[in-house]
């Protein structure tokens, strides 16, 4: 089948093709370099990079250009709070983030621009929108973009007339980010201030440095052209980042700037939003740092879709790596009876085949079909476990064979393609009594018949008599606490 992603523009399922038939020109805002990236942002971009697997999978080449925003509010901000340059202090945080890109798997991207190497295509930019009557500038040597020139504001994000200009404050709005959904002029370049310090640039109009949303414009359209197929990002971009992007590019060039948008949710974390003052903002090396595989990361990262929010928990963490065992061990168990060695199975993961050759014989056509369908990684993950059990039963190493290539085709697509691999052994336990077992087996049990409130007693019982019980997807662990 056709790959289907959804359209934040049109709120529809469209067929991803490139424009130009050769290659998709896919660009992604990526992060600001001013901290770590959290698992928040984490999400998005193994998201993004499922997507791209996805696309090169169905034998479509991508360009993909993912950005370095490092030079805005929050960088400058904390460069001086370190006392440092604004380079100086990018730097670290920008190898930190590729390296945690390496880490979860990720395709490096085929550029990746820094706002900084690009300041004069974004002056450029602003030459032409101010030639053009779409932008004006200030006595402080800022410029902004003259939002009742652009017609179509707000058509991204559904923001009519009214609610647009209901909440329009006074004045144009200098912040690089703002939550109001309002229709205030945004800056295109920002006078030098005195906190500002030496980060300043020379422009026509006075020095100071470019607005967030028009690196994204300039950088992208130098690196892509003046129309982008697919555009991605987090769904707390569409407004007002995005919407802005879309007004001074297409004003600028009189043409469409994106053929299609793709947002990923937010991401919760133990059923609660992340912020500082919860202490929740995780990242990789704060749920590794006691041996857990990245990878198993990545997978509790795309076990959701990606247009819902996606609740992270530390049971969902370890339920992945007990899955990602068993999904190891079988794989395993099997590839001596498809007559396969592992290094070539691993080669197979590495390089995409023709999917309509591997697919129309191959057990996994569902699991196929159904992240072709926007991206239903879950599904498709859900295809191969419940495949699991015929792979070993089957027999015939013609059959294992041609699941297996197929299986390779799907793991390159997720990004699992290090599996198999040996996850992190959960910690033994002392062997419980079997008293203790069999109240535990009766709870699963109950559990499985839905009997719901016999579990919860069957627990209480359990943690009575000193036993915890811990569930995972296939099934349960006992470790000993206080008793009650």
Do not use: C
């Given at each position: 089948?056709?790959?289907?992603?959804?359209?934040?523009?049109?709120?529809?399922?469209?067929?991803?093709?490139?424009?130009?038939?050769?290659?998709?020109r896919f660009y992604c805002c990526g992060p600001t370099v001013y901290a770590p990236a959290h698992i928040g942002n984490l999400r998005t971009f193994v998201l993004q990079d499922v997507f791209r697997r996805t696309v090169e999978a169905t034998g479509i080449p991508v360009r993909h250009v993912r950005n370095l925003t490092d030079v805005d509010d929050k960088t400058i901000r904390a460069a001086n709070e370190h006392n440092l340059p604004l380079e100086d202090f990018t730097r670290p945080w920008i190898t930190r983030f590729q390296a945690d890109c390496q880490s979860l798997n990720m395709l490096p991207p085929s550029e990746e621009p820094a706002a900084t190497a690009h300041i004069p295509e974004q002056i450029k930019l602003i030459e032409t929108l101010l030639a053009k009557g779409h932008a004006y500038a200030t006595d402080d040597g800022s410029v902004y973009f003259k939002v009742t020139s652009f017609p179509t504001y707000g058509k991204?994000?559904?923001?009519?007339?009214?609610?647009?200009?209901?909440?329009?404050?006074?004045?144009?709005?200098?912040?690089?980010?703002?939550?109001?959904?309002?229709?205030?002029?945004?800056?295109?370049?920002?006078?030098?201030?005195?906190?500002?310090?030496?980060?300043?640039?020379?422009a026509p109009w006075g020095q100071g440095r470019p607005g967030w949303h028009l690196e994204c414009s300039a950088m992208s359209m130098a690196a892509l052209g003046q129309t982008l197929d697919v555009h991605g990002g987090g769904v707390d971009l569409v407004f007002p980042h995005h919407e802005n992007e879309i007004a001074q590019s297409e004003a600028c060039t009189g043409q469409i700037f994106v053929h299609h948008w793709f947002h990923c949710a937010h991401l919760m974390v133990e059923g609660e939003k992340m912020s500082k003052s919860l202490g929740n903002m995780y990242t990789l090396e704060d749920l590794t740092k006691d041996g857990l595989s990245p990878l198993v990361v990545r997978f509790v990262l795309l076990s959701g879709h990606y247009r819902q929010q996606l609740n992270f928990t530390?049971?969902?963490?370890?339920?992945?790596?007990?899955?990602?065992r068993?999904?190891?061990?079988?794989?395993?168990?099997?590839?001596?009876?498809?007559e396969i060695d592992l290094e070539t199975f691993r080669q197979w993961c590495s390089t995409p085949g023709d999917e309509n050759k591997l697919f129309a014989e191959s057990t996994l056509l569902n699991a196929w079909n159904l992240l072709c369908r926007d991206l239903n990684t879950s599904g498709a993950w859900g295809q191969l476990m419940k495949q699991r059990g015929q792979w070993e039963k089957e027999k015939d190493p013609k059959i294992l064979q041609r699941d297996l290539r197929a299986l390779a085709h799907l793991l390159y697509a997720l990004g699992l393609d290090q599996l198999p691999f040996t996850p992190k052994k959960e910690k033994t336990n002392p062997e419980a009594p079997a008293e203790i077992r069999a109240l535990a087996e009766d709870r699963w049990k109950a559990k499985a018949d839905r009997d719901f409130t016999t579990a919860d007693q069957l627990r209480e019982s359990l943690k009575q008599k000193g036993w915890l019980v811990k569930d995972s997807r296939d099934g349960y662990t006992l470790s000993p606490g206080q008793k009650s």
């Open positions: 089948m056709p790959l289907l992603l959804h359209d934040t523009f049109t709120r529809q399922l469209k067929e991803i093709r490139p424009s130009d038939e050769r290659s998709l991204l994000s559904r923001l009519d007339e009214r609610e647009l200009q209901s909440i329009a404050p006074e004045g144009p709005q200098d912040a690089d980010e703002y939550e109001k959904a309002d229709r205030s002029d945004f800056a295109l370049w920002k006078g030098r201030k005195a906190e500002d310090g030496e980060v300043y640039w020379n530390f049971n969902a963490l370890h339920a992945a790596n007990e899955a990602m068993k999904f190891s061990q079988t794989l395993l168990r099997i590839l001596p009876r498809a």
